[in-house]
Structures are given as structure tokens and as C-alpha cells.
């Protein structure tokens, strides 16, 4: 078996680990240092593409919408969401580690087909939670890709983003019937009844990893009452 290739490591800012990316021939992963099992890898990227296409589903052919992106990840998510938007629309991605934004500027990038050199594109370095703190209407849509979902894995702070308070700081930043649409590994009931009480329509979608197959990870679609 060919083996994986070490591209670079990260330190995740408070203590939340160091991250690897590797190379296997054109697969590429990365992983938590020390810890069993990936974070992503750019075979399996189906269930991200879906984030971005269910969460910007209604603000297709529109015109000067704006999108939020939480985690760069590799790209896909980014990708899409420029992909289900229209070419005056303007895409954020906020990351918090910035290795992660320089491996997608490199080699990793043509996995998602380098979506950081749209020009609709723009970077935030920093935790996503920052944007949040203004509570002023500002994105039609806010796509989080954060971790493992709503339950912090990498970044403990990350339990604060979905907070009822965070959860209501969200809402107040998004435009009348403004979608939150969020990632996660699994489904969970509390975050669901989480959602509700912060005011938003709550429904959920089960998406495939990879192409039909692989594992079943869930789309929470949050929409702005």
C-alpha cells in the first residue's frame, strides 16, 4: 500500500490540538494528531457539497446575496456555495487556524478547484464566532461546517458557537428568511428542540459521505421566522 505523505501540521489556537495534512498519491486528509479517524478527506466530500446546495436552495438566481461559510476545510463547501449562487454574489469563509487557508492555496486547492481565487470570495482568519457579535442583519445565508457538529470535537470553544445565546447572536445576522444550515456526523434531537427555542424552522436532512455510500451525516436547515 502506498503510503501518506505528511504536507504540513497546524497548532488549532486555545490548546485544541495540532492538525496534519497528508498525501496519498491524489487523496489528501486531514486528521487530528493523536486522535483515531479523520476529520475530512477529499474522497468523501458528498455531504458538504449538499451543506452549501440545501442551506443556499432558496436564494438561487438571486442577485447581491451574501453567504457566510464557517470552515474551510477543503474547499467543497466554498466551492459549492459559489456554485448555487449568482456572480454578484459574495461569499465569506472564516477559518480559524491560517495554515488550513494556506494548504487550500496550495496543492489541496485543486481538489475543489481553488475556490479562494473566485473574486466573489473573501477570507476571514479567526473564529467564525467573531462575525456573529455585531447582531446586525448581514448574510442571506450561514453555512457551518464547524468540527464534528453541534457537539465540539477539535475546539472546545466550538460548544459555544451553538449555544441558545450564540444560536440567537446568528439569527439577529441574518436577513429576513435567512437560512443557518449547519454540518454535523450525526443527528441530534437536543440540538434540534436547541434550534427551535432560538426562534428558527427546524428541518433536517440525512446526506450520504460519499456518492450513496459511506456514512450518514446530517443537515440541520435552520430558517429565520
Known amino acids: 500500500m502506498i503510503p501518506w505523505t505528511l504536507l504540513g501540521s497546524a497548532n488549532i489556537p486555545n490548546n485544541g490540538g495540532e492538525l496534519e495534512l ?3 498519491e491524489k487523496e489528501f486528509s486531514i486528521h487530528l494528531k493523536g486522535v483515531r479517524g ?4 477529499s474522497r468523501m466530500h458528498c455531504s458538504e457539497l449538499a451543506l452549501a446546495k440545501l442551506g443556499c436552495a432558496h436564494i438561487q438566481g438571486i442577485e447581491n446575496t451574501k453567504v457566510l461559510v464557517g470552515g474551510m476545510g477543503m474547499g467543497f463547501t466554498l466551492a459549492a456555495a459559489l456554485n448555487a449562487t449568482s456572480k454578484s454574489s459574495q461569499v465569506v469563509v472564516a477559518e480559524l487556524v491560517p495554515e488550513v487557508i494556506e494548504w487550500n492555496k496550495g496543492p489541496l486547492g485543486d481538489c475543489a478547484g481553488r475556490p479562494l481565487y473566485d473574486h466573489r470570495t473573501q477570507v476571514h ?4 464566532a467573531e462575525l456573529f457579535k455585531t447582531k446586525q442583519a448581514t448574510y442571506d445565508v450561514v453555512l457551518l461546517d464547524v468540527d464534528n457538529g453541534p457537539e465540539g470535537f477539535t475546539h472546545a470553544d466550538n460548544n459555544n458557537l451553538y449555544s441558545i445565546e450564540s444560536l440567537q447572536a446568528i439569527r439577529q445576522t441574518l436577513h429576513p428568511n435567512g437560512m443557518l444550515a449547519i454540518w454535523s456526523a450525526w443527528n441530534d434531537p437536543k440540538f ?3 434550534l427551535k427555542k432560538a426562534r428558527f424552522k427546524v428541518q433536517t436532512q440525512t446526506v450520504r459521505a460519499h456518492k450513496g455510500k459511506g456514512s450518514r451525516h446530517t443537515i440541520y436547515l435552520a430558517q429565520k421566522s
Open 22 to 24: 497528508t498525501q496519498r
Open 125 to 128: 482568519v479567526g473564529d467564525v
Open 192 to 194: 434540534t428542540t436547541q
Open 38 to 41: 479523520e476529520l475530512m478527506n
